[in-house]
């Protein structure tokens, strides 16, 4: 049997355990090995409590709008905690096939999806379906882009935007992470947000890190996460063209020396 195109390769995985587990069985189907090491802790907004106040009555909006299925897992914990109820009016937009999926696991489905998984072409799309009357809830991250919030307040919606949860470097992995990419152990760099890529370069900021990863080539899910890698200063970076895992995989096999 034909050995798959990652055969021999160290994959790096820094997603959470619980969100890896599709991508690890992605990269042994080919042949590699996945190191697994989660390089981000989500944790509820210092002001959790505060904020929540805002779910109790969510008849105000028409919209809610989730750009991940971390940011539906925190909405239905705060609609849960604030014993708030979904009315039937309100419609969902989700950023793309892996939050619609999240979505749906909570019982409610999304009437809008982009035709590319990004921000900017969310934003552009669906504000074709708004006007001056619909209010727009987005729960989301701390650092969160607000490029679909201050797309549509510039055609007049009200958008509320609450940050819910916040995106901390799990500074536990800093060992793990210095001693994988100081001795040079892996082959393939991944990251699948933004967030990621500040948290590898906030764990070894007072390393040699850029000299460690020079010949190590970076793969994104998509071009948001690829930009920061570029201005955090990674080289050989290649960025999938559908924003998924499998998207990854695609992204992967055009690297130089994988067959």
Known sequence: MKPGFLAGKKVLVTRQQSQAAVFVRRIEEQGGKAEVLPLIRLERAERWQELI????????????????????????????EAE???????????????????????????????????????AEEL?????????????????ARTVVADTLKKQGVFVQEVPLYRNVAERASAPALKELIQ???IDILTFASPSAVQA???LLEDDDWK???????VVCIGPVTKA???????SSIYSAQHYTVDGMMEAMRKIKGVK
């Open 53 to 80: 106040q805002e779910f109790h009555d969510l008849t105000k909006y028409s919209w809610i709008i989730l750009t991940s299925a971390n940011a539906v897992h925190f909405f239905f914990e705060a609609v849960s």
């Open 84 to 122: 708030a109820v979904l009315p039937a009016q309100c419609r969902f937009a989700v950023v793309g096939e892996k939050t619609k999926q999240a979505l749906r696991k909570h019982g409610s489905e999304a009437s809008f999806v982009p035709s590319k998984f990004i921000g900017e072409v969310l």
């Open 127 to 143: 504000s074709s379906f708004l006007d001056e009357d619909d209010r727009v809830l987005i729960p989301k991250s701390n650092k």
């Open 183 to 185: 001795g040079g152990e």
């Open 200 to 202: 590898f370069t906030n």
């Open 211 to 217: 000299r460690w990863v020079k010949e190590v080539p």
């Open 228 to 234: 920061e890698a570029e201005r955090k200063g990674f």
